[in-house]
């Protein structure tokens, strides 16, 4: 008779500890992810602004950045489900399934390693958007962005969980990275970063509903600016944080399941 093993602290922290030695030991990864959202925060936010002005009362620059910011998280997170392919390839995936811990501690502690690192490139871009401008420095915006840090975790989280899913059932790197970008390159188009949805075709706005990277850009609007789209009302960063935690709850158990049924 199979028994459900329960969760292992330890096990959890071991994994943990092993994806932010990882990321650490490859500090290009987080050059190359901030340098990509750099290019687009400045190509766009510094070209663009003096051609576009702004949404309302706020610049360009500033509405682009949470959005840049989205980018570089689900690239970072969606990206982390590579190591299961990796691990899968080099053997070292059977040294975890075999140990004798539940698979779901050795999920759960490569998603929380996974959503630190994949939120590490998102404060450092938000730092530099301050820096170039795109918010101002007031105590109400020291305290939204400890509130958009929270944000960053949230989503980076779900995709986690997203990217470990895709990278349980696919055996072949290149189909996962062929996947992930079908996947990623919608998500980031149809998240409002660029513009507005209020202004958008009504097919458009339904898509971007239903679009979960669009509430956590829209989450990380009212954290770093106190504003986001008016389809959304007057509440709308409560609507964006029970439609994100609910994706995040979703692709975290998606992805543990389809880990757990993972062949070696």
Same mark, same amino acid.
């Given at each position: 008779?199979?028994?459900?093993?329960?969760?292992?602290?330890?096990?959890?922290?071991?994994? $943990?500890?092993? /994806?932010?030695?990882?990321?650490? =030991?490859? =500090?290009?990864?987080?050059?190359?992810?901030?340098?990509?959202?750099? !290019?687009?925060?400045?190509?766009?936010?510094l070209?663009f602004?003096?051609?576009?002005?702004? %949404?309302?009362?706020?610049?360009? &620059?500033?509405? &682009?950045?949470?959005?840049?910011?989205?980018?570089? &998280?689900?690239?970072?997170?969606?990206?982390?489900?590579?190591?299961?392919?990796? +691990? =899968?390839?080099?053997? %070292?995936?059977? /040294?975890?399934?075999?140990?004798?811990? @539940?698979?779901t501690?050795?999920?759960?502690?490569?998603?929380?390693?996974? @959503? *630190?690192?994949?939120? *590490?490139?998102?404060?450092?871009?938000?730092?530099?958007?301050?820096?170039?401008?795109a918010?101002?420095?007031?105590? *109400?915006?020291?305290?939204?962005?400890?509130?958009?840090?929270?944000?960053?975790?949230?989503?980076t989280?779900?995709?986690?969980?997203?990217?470990? #899913?895709?990278?349980?059932?696919?055996? +072949?790197?290149?189909? %996962?990275?062929? $996947?992930?970008?079908?996947?990623?390159?919608?998500?980031?188009?149809?998240?409002?970063?660029f513009?507005?949805i +209020?202004? #958008?075709?009504?097919? $458009?706005?339904?898509?971007?509903?239903?679009?979960?990277?669009?509430?956590?850009? /829209?989450?990380?609007?009212w954290?770093?600016?106190?504003?986001?789209?008016?389809?959304?009302? @007057? !509440?709308?960063?409560?609507?964006? $944080?029970?439609a994100l935690?609910? %994706?995040?709850?979703?692709?975290?158990?998606?992805?543990?399941?389809?880990?757990?049924?993972?062949? *070696?």
């Amino acid at each position: 008779m199979n028994m459900v093993q329960p969760l292992s602290r330890q096990a959890i922290y071991v994994v $943990l500890l092993r /994806e932010l030695k990882r990321y650490w =030991r490859a =500090r290009a990864r987080i050059i190359g992810a901030v340098a990509q959202s750099f !290019f687009f925060l400045t190509l766009f936010g510094l070209g663009f602004s003096g051609f576009i002005g702004g %949404f309302g009362n706020v610049k360009y &620059l500033s509405y &682009l950045a949470p959005g840049v910011i989205g980018m570089g &998280l689900l690239s970072g997170a969606m990206f982390s489900g590579v190591s299961v392919v990796f +691990d =899968r390839q080099f053997g %070292f995936m059977k /040294e975890m399934l075999i140990a004798p811990v @539940s698979r779901t501690s050795v999920i759960l502690g490569k998603i929380l390693g996974g @959503s *630190i690192t994949s939120s *590490i490139p998102g404060i450092i871009l938000m730092t530099i958007a301050g820096l170039m401008g795109a918010f101002k420095p007031t105590l *109400i915006l020291m305290i939204g962005a400890l509130a958009a840090v929270g944000v960053m975790f949230l989503i980076t989280a779900g995709f986690v969980g997203l990217g470990v #899913a895709i990278g349980s059932v696919l055996n +072949d790197f290149h189909a %996962f990275q062929l $996947l992930t970008t079908f996947v990623m390159w919608p998500l980031f188009m149809l998240s409002g970063a660029f513009f507005p949805i +209020d202004v #958008a075709p009504f097919p $458009l706005q339904v898509a971007s509903f239903c679009n979960p990277l669009f509430y956590g850009v /829209e989450l990380l609007r009212w954290c770093l600016l106190g504003t986001g789209t008016a389809l959304l009302g @007057s !509440f709308g960063w409560l609507i964006a $944080l029970g439609a994100l935690a609910a %994706f995040t709850s979703l692709m975290i158990a998606i992805g543990s399941y389809l880990f757990s049924k993972a062949q *070696i």
